[in-house]
């Protein structure tokens, strides 16, 4: 049995494990929330009714991935194009250029991870998914035309997603089994941000990572030669990856000759399991939610090797709650909204995170199994606030009211956060008493300028939810949400 499918079946059968203790006190640092719609967004039928919905939402900054594959010319030929690769004006913009301009309009910041695949020309094998080892030169040069088109219109870049998933780069491991991808995505870093420079962007804000949360650090002997050349096609550990990629070892000391990478952060997706948001996978080199330490200890580690700099922040740029009918990892719909908001809760109380994420707006439709996307397959996800159908889930109105309740001995505590509000407003708790059917109003509650607040309090329910009125009139009210 693969070690996907062995983990599949541990993880169905974790049960829920206690909340963390929640802090009384509003957290240090003001939390970016990327949300990620590019099927509705880049789709020009259905972009200005995402729009709206993501404005009613309370949306403020975007995550955007650019296929470099989707704007290039010549994408299937197998020798590259006569062309300046540096020069904007030979790469078909369009659609992505209708979404940042839309942003801008909104006043919403742009993070733009651009990323495979990439060009037929442009890979080692010249063969589909066009993914393999991808031409750091060319990549440069692409990099600059990127920079050249958008320059200040994006607040931040990152390079490549998920770069230590077979589905995006290849190969992830060597036919020894040592992993591979980590050092070619290491000169895709580089020769990237120097391509951002060569456009002018002095110092550019770049993340580094946007990681897959599992993988392995190696493949055995017995592997390879069990599985053959697929046992090649599984993710490299995050953390096996960051060190690979900065020249580090097992202790995280300099195994080689490298310098230090000149990111501005480290991006990884975080997804957890139906086990929920606190659940710490076994392998210690996997980094889900409730493992975060574990990054935040490499990252420091890498620094005081001088690989990168010192107290790098993290930016959690994907994430999202699985729900059902998703057979593998989905979780009941009511159950979404509230692991969801714990999730949020608790990048908000780590103050080395500097941004969470909202992936997808509507449910992808359903296909196989975790791993499938490696085989060429597709996995679809339905972390969305909406169903395939467009029918909106209770996550649809708890996102714009995001609420935790956490038992604290006899009494519980609360936490929440008016995503629209501008300033510090005014939200209605309500709870439903035990022995009740109805709700009743707990307490009116002040949030800081952000929107968060935070609540104690004694009375014993068996659900809460938010009400909330904005300026303008519009209600909103947020699903029945259980104590952890």
């Not at 993880?11 to 003001?30: F, K, T």
């Amino acid at each position: 049995m693969s070690r996907i499918r062995v983990l599949l079946c541990a993880l169905l059968a974790c049960s829920m494990l206690g909340a963390a203790g929640a802090s009384q006190a509003l957290a240090s640092h003001n939390q970016t929330v990327y949300f990620e719609a590019s099927a509705q967004l880049l789709n020009p039928r259905t972009r200005e009714h995402a729009l709206a919905q993501m404005k009613t939402l309370g949306v403020r900054a975007l995550r955007l991935e650019l296929s470099w594959y989707a704007v290039a010319p010549g994408q299937r030929s197998a020798t590259r194009p006569n062309f300046d690769a540096t020069n904007p004006a030979f790469y078909a913009w369009a659609p992505y250029d209708a979404v940042i301009a839309a942003a801008q309009q909104l006043h919403w910041s742009v993070l733009l991870t651009v990323t495979s695949p990439v060009p037929r020309w442009a890979t080692t094998n010249k063969k589909a998914p066009y993914i393999t080892r991808p031409d750091p030169r060319d990549f440069q040069e692409f990099m600059t035309a990127v920079g050249h088109h958008y320059g200040a219109q994006v607040s931040m870049y990152s390079i490549w997603n998920e770069p230590n998933h077979p589905a995006f780069l290849l190969p992830q491991f060597n036919a020894n089994g040592a992993p591979a991808s980590p050092r070619v995505y290491r000169g895709l870093f580089q020769a990237g941000y120097a391509g951002l420079q060569a456009a002018g962007i002095a110092h550019p804000r770049v993340l580094m990572g946007e990681t897959a949360p599992t993988g392995y650090d190696s493949l055995s002997r017995s592997m390879i030669r069990q599985e053959g050349s697929h046992a090649l096609l599984h993710d490299v550990a995050p953390l096996a990856f960051l060190r690979e990629m900065l020249c580090l070892n097992s202790h995280y000391r300099s195994s080689g000759s490298c310098g230090p990478l000149p990111a501005a952060g480290y991006a990884h997706h975080a997804y957890t399991t139906p086990a929920g948001p606190y659940w710490v996978p076994p392998e210690p080199d996997d980094v889900t939610l409730g493992s975060l330490s574990r990054l935040s200890r490499a990252l420091d580690l890498a620094a005081r090797a001088g690989a990168i700099a010192a107290h790098l922040p993290i930016y959690l740029t994907e994430f999202g709650v699985q729900s059902k009918p998703n057979r593998y990892l989905g979780v009941p719909v009511g159950q979404q909204a509230e692991f969801d908001a714990i999730a949020e809760h608790i990048a908000w109380q780590n103050p080395r995170v500097a941004a969470f994420s909202q992936y997808l707006l509507r449910d992808d439709p359903l296909g196989g199994a975790p791993g499938a996307s490696a085989l060429g397959g597709f996995i679809g996800f339905q972390t969305g606030l909406e169903y395939v159908t467009g029918a909106p889930k209770p996550l649809y109105h708890g996102w714009p009211v995001p609420l935790t309740v956490s038992r604290r001995g006899r009494g519980y505590s609360l936490w929440g956060l008016v995503r629209l509000a501008t300033g510090p407003t005014r939200a209605t708790v309500l709870v439903q008493p035990r022995g009740s059917r109805r709700f009743r109003v707990l307490r009116t509650v002040s949030t800081d300028s952000q929107g968060y607040w935070t609540l104690s309090s004694s009375t014993r329910g068996v659900k809460w939810r938010v009400r909330w009125t904005s300026p303008a009139g519009v209600r909103y009210e947020g699903p029945p949400i259980g104590a952890y």
